[in-house]
Each structure stands twice: as structure tokens, then as C-alpha cells.
Nanobody, 122 residues
Framework: QVQLVESGGGLVQAGDSLTLSCAAS????????MGWFRQAPGKEREFVAA????????YYSDSVKGRFTISRDSAKNTGYLQMNLLKPEDTAVYYC???????????????WGQGTQVTVSS
């Protein structure tokens, strides 16, 4: 069993940066892949980024590639999503999730956090 708690969301202006954190409980976090997803009002949930358990493999959606960086500190049981050059279209609730093997497919993630709101004003 893994419990995930996101933090770090907020209201920022276009071009600003934010770092989201995902604090995990449970020893399995260190051997689990982690992903970030987001859901904007009226839209489907979409993949943002994922990182393997070792940190050696990372995936990004085309919409955030070059602006967002996913990382993890397994010693702290915490994952991060550094978001730079934020755009109004990045506005969404951001969720972290964990699964056995790195994937961009949300349905393959076993545990999810409650989400944190990110709002980017123009």
C-alpha cells in the first residue's frame, strides 16, 4: 500500500515556475515508477511526465518537454515536478501516481494522490 500527497500548487503568472512535490508513504515507493498527470476542467486526464524507479528513464508529454523536469529522491520518499515557463494552458489539477513499471498510461498506475491545483494566469 502506498499513500501519496501532492503539494506545491498555486496561482502564478505566465512565465513563472513552480515545483510540485509528491510525498509517499510505504517502502514500495523506492522500487516503483512514478508519474505526474493533470486534468483541466472539462478535459480528460492527460499524462505529463514519468520516471523509472532508478531515475534513469524519464518520459515527457510533448506539451511539457523542455519546460518540465521530473525527479525523485527515494531516500526521502518524495517525487518532484519542476515546472518552468508556465503557460495558461498548464492550468489543471496535477496528480502524482505510482506503478510497477514506467508507463505513460494512467490506467496502469496503482496508487494516486488527491491532486494539487495549478493555475497560471495570462
Amino acid at each position: 500500500q502506498v499513500q501519496l500527497v501532492e503539494s506545491g500548487g498555486g496561482l502564478v503568472q505566465a512565465g513563472d515556475s513552480l515545483t510540485l512535490s509528491c510525498a509517499a508513504s510505504g517502502r514500495t515507493f523506492s522500487t516503483a515508477a512514478m508519474g505526474w498527470f493533470r486534468q483541466a476542467p472539462g478535459k480528460e486526464r492527460e499524462f505529463v511526465a514519468a520516471i523509472s524507479w532508478s531515475g534513469g528513464v524519464r518520459y515527457y508529454s510533448d506539451s511539457v518537454k523542455g519546460r518540465f523536469t521530473i525527479s525523485r529522491d527515494s531516500a526521502k520518499n518524495t517525487g518532484y515536478l519542476q515546472m518552468n515557463l508556465l503557460k495558461p494552458e498548464d492550468t489543471a489539477v496535477y496528480y502524482c501516481a505510482v506503478c510497477r513499471s514506467i508507463t505513460t498510461i494512467g490506467e496502469r498506475y496503482d496508487y494516486w494522490g488527491q491532486g494539487t491545483q495549478v493555475t497560471v494566469s495570462s
